[in-house]
């Protein structure tokens, strides 16, 4: 069974650091693309983040460039998510998300979410 | 304001069959057929029902389709059942530079 779950989350002060880990198990995680996909408070979907199966190739949403940093280790079976320069418009539920394998990006699992809160 | 237009709400009746609008532009929705739709329950992680424009994973009910006309995509539930109340929302792949835009959510009611 394909399993994520996300660790790390919490209550931080604005302009303070945080890193967000996701274990994987269930499926070789090395063949694999992961994002971050997060949801603010009552809000939508937004996606973060992206890192294919090898870590070469990465790319970030316009809102978190600079500032997050996502990373995998293949060994451990876990992807990272280092979040930095924290802003109340970062507080939301922080999801990892398998990447389908197909062409076109698609999350065909997610972990149940972590939840991140930027507030002083 | 999320990049991708749905309508905040929808409803249908047990039985019926209600679709949900995605609109997007020439640059994503129009460029690619590379949308898919999930369906969220409260509390719960989104889960993939459509993707590919039209592909169904393993398991999703083929009560669900999707479509795509120009800048526009849609889903389709046919023979709404309770469990199918719930938020869904559309996701088009947008290019290198910004890779993946989602919809702002439509709340699936059933009446």
């Known amino acids: 069974e394909v399993q994520l779950v996300e660790s790390g989350g919490g209550l931080v002060q604005p302009g303070g650091s945080l890193r967000l880990s996701c274990a994987a198990s269930?499926?070789?995680?090395?063949?694999?693309?992961i994002n971050w996909v997060r949801q603010a408070p009552g809000k939508g979907l937004e996606w973060v983040s992206y890192i294919s199966s090898g870590g070469a190739n990465i790319y970030y949403a316009d809102s978190v460039k600079g500032r997050f940093t996502i990373s995998r280790d293949n060994a451990k079976n876990s992807l990272y998510l280092q979040m930095n320069g924290l802003r109340a418009g970062d507080t939301a539920v922080y999801y990892c998300?398998?990447?389908?394998?197909?062409?076109?990006?698609?999350?065909?699992?997610w972990g149940q979410g972590s939840l991140v809160t930027v507030s002083s | 304001q999320s990049a991708l237009t749905q309508p905040p709400s929808a409803s249908g009746s047990p039985g019926q069959s209600v679709s949900i609008s995605c609109t997007g532009t020439?640059?994503?929705?129009?460029?690619?057929?590379?949308v898919s739709w999930y369906q969220q329950h409260p509390g719960k992680a989104p889960k993939l029902m459509i993707y590919?424009?039209?592909k169904r994973p393993s398991g999703v009910p083929d009560r669900f389709s999707g479509s795509k006309s120009g800048n526009t995509a849609s889903l389709t539930v046919s023979g709404l059942q309770a469990e199918d109340e719930a938020h869904y929302y559309c996701?088009?792949?947008?290019?290198?530079?910004?890779?993946?835009?989602f919809g702002g959510g439509t709340k699936l009611t059933v009446l």
């Open positions: 269930g499926f070789t995680f090395s063949s694999y693309g």
């Open positions: 998300a398998r990447d389908k394998g197909v062409e076109g990006y698609y999350f065909d699992y």
């Open positions: 590919a424009v039209n």
């Open positions: 020439s640059s994503d929705v129009g460029a690619y057929s590379h």
């Open positions: 996701s088009s792949y947008a290019g290198i530079k910004n890779l993946v835009v």
